[in-house]
């Protein structure tokens, strides 16, 4: 079943602050997964790799072309979508999991990690159950489950973030860089993670840039090639 | 005693009287609402009753019997020489029986004695607008009336029993006027408030510094404003008065020497005084045959 | 359409000036239930002036405010009479200002703060007003002993959170807010974007939410709206703004903050 379908998508940034200067990073974008796929996206870097993970989300806004994503049994395009769809659509259908955690003061860890899933509309028993286990997992130590990870290291930071992407088992799930600077145990917990996301039938976008994990959870590789800069 | 054919009948020239009356008239006809009127200089300063005074001057006729009482008293001062100034203006008879007089002016206080169909009580008043301490804006407290925006004047009184543990508001509680207008009762104690609430007589009060006249027609229903859980109550004294033995009455604290002996009496010596020659006693009355000696 | 697939706010073609200045410039917004519209913009943008004209306490020039009221249907508000505005404002709606005494009554207790809004609904039990203040001081995170205690002894941090439980203890289905971030320390800023964020989704209100600070609208924003010279430059989802935004002006915002 196809999940992501982007089409012939366009997308250039004007820098009005640099005298109107255009980039264009992406033209004439084509991708489409299938549930149960994990397409690793490849290419040198300025090919345009996360501006196509982050249009696909609905956060940058391109030029041209569409992104139909399957959403309560349909394809919709997140491109036309009005704010409130896409919100709809994040909350229920699309993850996106980067290695950086947006802290919430004063928020603690298990609840930032169990968010996802309380919004979809579990209960909360459930969600921080489920939390739980990831954090588990990804081997945070219990007692900091109660604070808030505004002051955790950098790795601890980022794995409660993997924690929090993959808490909500979004149908669509879009990963950019999830593994970057984890030691090779955590990353290997991360893979897993990943594999048995799409074992479930997720369709998974990644962006990976060590060559274990692309092998490891890839079953497909979308080439991307460097655009010219045309300023 | 006659007029002083110096003046005009009741001080005040005949057209600000009409125009006082179209006040008082428009006043009647909605009850507990401020009327605006054009509030002349007085040959007395303002707070010592000149709102009251042009009420009366406005509604006084030759006919009328006057009573003029002060802290329930016809003996004080400001009593005396309100009094003393309509009898000048008018020659009119005057009282200090309630129960005989037809237009009684006050400060702050209701008389005992129930008044009757046909008197009329003018109320002194120094703020007429209940909602002044919240809001100082005129143009405010105009909507706030005009939209029956009342639910702040609860906040005061929950000031109170949060403070003290019960509403300590006790002179010029505030009150709404069949069902619709927030009134001031002017500086009355809370004890007289009950009293407004379908009394027979005209009642009508008077601002002379606000410049505001407002009513209450005979019978018009007055509730004082209170929480479900801490009703309107009016005050107790831990005995009766001393001189006429009355439990019914507004009593007076006075303190008879520096060890703290103290008595209570009636503020409102016409009612007192009645009690007392309708043979009444009190702890402190002299012995019955030495005042039949007298 | 079910009822909640409508907006709860539907403004059309405000306009605005005061003398030659155009404070508001055909503007035009919808707010649906339980989300936050962050208005964003410098100081002259008029977007604190469209708050004042959203809350009545401003007239417009034209243009129209449709609120679906809970009881009266969609009203028009620039047009209603003013008793209806003032008693749906009263039932549905809050008003956060950014000074909290603009917004408290400083003299009276804490208690009475909270217990105003339910008094001028018709509450007239005691016990019960007490009770449901002290709930809402816990909720915003003042000692209940507080509770007799006037605000003008609280802290600026107090205040605002004390304003925040006036404004919501009525369950209003409407909340404008003011910056009310903006005269509080950072650190005291965090702790009330965090109750806000908290309380906002708790109640399922919908806020319009006016802030220079972009942080704090990316923070409680569901959706923006930039101004800029008494005109909406541009609108969106908060991320989409903030992280691809189109306009010049919104570049430049962006840009001039540090890490939003």
Redesign the interface.
């Given at each position: 079943m196809r999940m992501i379908d982007v089409q012939a998508l366009h997308k250039t940034f004007t820098l009005h602050l640099r005298g109107g200067a255009v980039l264009p990073v992406l033209r004439n974008m084509d991708l489409a997964v299938q549930a149960g796929e994990c397409v690793v996206l490849q290419g040198p870097s300025g090919a345009g790799k996360s501006t196509l993970l982050r249009a696909v989300y609905g956060n940058y806004r391109p030029q041209s072309g569409r992104v139909l994503l399957r959403h309560d049994g349909g394809m919709v395009d997140i491109v036309t979508a009005n704010p409130r769809q896409v919100i709809d659509i994040r909350r229920r259908s699309l993850g996106y999991v980067t290695q950086f955690l947006r802290v919430i003061p004063r928020v603690p860890t298990l609840d930032i990690v169990a968010e996802p899933l309380l919004a979809r509309g579990a209960a909360l028993p459930r969600a921080r159950e489920r939390a739980a286990e990831l954090l588990e997992r990804l081997r945070i130590p219990r007692k900091l489950w109660d604070l808030p990870p505004a002051t955790f290291s950098g790795g601890e930071q980022q794995r409660i973030n993997i924690a929090r992407g993959f808490c909500a088992e979004f149908p669509i799930l879009l990963l950019d860089e999830p593994t970057a600077s984890l030691d090779q145990d955590n990353r290997r917990i991360v893979i897993g993670l990943i594999d048995e996301a799409r074992k479930r039938g997720s369709a998974i976008v990644a962006i990976v840039h060590d060559a274990e994990t692309r092998t490891a959870i890839a079953t497909r590789l979308a080439p991307m090639p460097a655009l010219e800069a045309a300023a | 005693m006659t007029a002083d054919d110096n003046y005009n009948f009741g001080f005040l020239d005949e057209q600000t009287k009409r125009m006082l009356r179209r006040a008082i008239l428009k006043a009647v006809a909605i009850p507990g609402y401020q009327v605006p009127f054009g509030s002349r200089e007085m040959p007395l300063p303002y707070g010592w009753g000149t709102g009251g005074m042009q009420v009366t001057a406005a509604v006084i006729g030759a006919d009328d019997v006057l009573k003029v009482i002060d802290q329930g008293a016809d003996d004080t001062t400001n009593a005396v020489s309100i009094r003393r100034f309509f009898t000048r203006m008018t020659g009119v008879a005057t009282t200090e029986k309630t129960r005989q007089a037809t237009l009684i002016q006050t400060r702050h206080r209701v008389p005992e004695t129930p008044l009757q169909a046909g008197q009329i009580l003018v109320y002194q008043v120094p703020i007429p607008e209940p909602l002044r301490w919240l809001e100082p804006r005129e143009t405010e407290t105009r909507i706030m009336h005009a939209l029956s925006e009342y639910g702040v004047m609860h906040v005061k009184l929950y000031e109170d029993i949060a403070r003290h543990g019960h509403i300590s508001t006790a002179y010029d509680y505030p009150v709404l006027v069949n069902g619709r207008y927030l009134m001031r009762c002017s500086p009355i104690p809370k004890f007289d408030t009950p009293k407004l609430h379908m009394n027979p007589a005209l009642q009508l009060f008077g601002a002379g510094r606000e410049k505001r006249i407002y009513a209450l027609p005979p019978h018009t229903d007055v509730k004082p404003l209170d929480f479900a859980d801490h009703p309107f109550e009016i005050e107790h004294w831990p005995e009766p008065c001393a001189l006429c033995g009355a439990t019914d009455s507004f009593l007076d604290e006075v303190i008879l020497d520096d060890k703290g002996d103290r008595m209570f009496v009636c503020s409102d010596t016409d009612y007192c005084g009645e009690r007392r020659e309708a043979g009444h006693r009190g702890r402190m009355s002299p012995p019955e045959n030495l005042e039949a000696a007298e | 359409m079910s009822a909640l697939e409508m907006p709860l706010l539907n403004v059309e073609g405000i306009n605005k000036s005061f003398g030659r200045q155009q404070a508001c410039r055909e503007v035009s917004l919808e707010l649906?239930p339980g989300?936050v519209l962050g208005i964003v913009g410098e100081s002259g943008s008029g977007k604190s002036t469209l708050l004042k004209i959203l809350a009545g306490r401003l007239p417009a020039d034209s243009g129209f405010i449709h609120y679906r009221s809970t009881e009266e249907g969609i009203v028009e508000l620039l047009g209603a009479n003013?008793?209806q505005r003032?008693?749906l404002m009263?039932r549905e709606w809050g008003f956060v200002q950014q000074h909290a005494r603009d917004g408290l009554?400083m003299g009276?207790?804490a208690?009475?703060n909270i217990?105003?809004p339910m008094?001028?609904?018709?509450q007239?039990?005691?016990?019960h007003?007490?009770n449901i203040a002290k709930d809402w001081l816990r909720a915003v995170e003042i000692p209940e002993e507080r509770?007799?205690d006037a605000p003008r002894t609280f802290s600026g941090g107090m205040q605002q959170r004390l304003q925040i439980a006036r404004n919501l203890v009525t369950h209003p289905r409407i909340v404008l807010m003011d910056e009310p971030t903006g005269g509080l320390d950072v650190s005291v800023q965090?702790?009330l974007?965090?109750l806000l964020?908290r309380l906002v989704h708790e109640h399922n209100v919908a806020v319009i939410l006016v802030t220079h600070d972009l942080g704090v609208a990316r923070?409680l924003a569901?959706?923006l709206m930039v101004m800029r010279r008494g005109q909406v430059v541009e609108a969106?989802?908060t991320?989409?703004l903030l992280?691809?935004p189109?306009?010049?002006y919104t570049?430049?915002l962006v840009?001039s903050v540090l890490g939003v």
């Open positions: - | - | 649906w989300e003013e008793a003032r008693r009263r009554r009276f207790s208690g009475a217990g105003e008094m001028a609904l018709g007239r039990d005691y016990g007003l007490r509770l007799d965090a702790r974007l965090d964020r923070l569901d959706r969106g989802l991320d989409q992280d691809d189109q306009h010049a570049q430049l840009s």
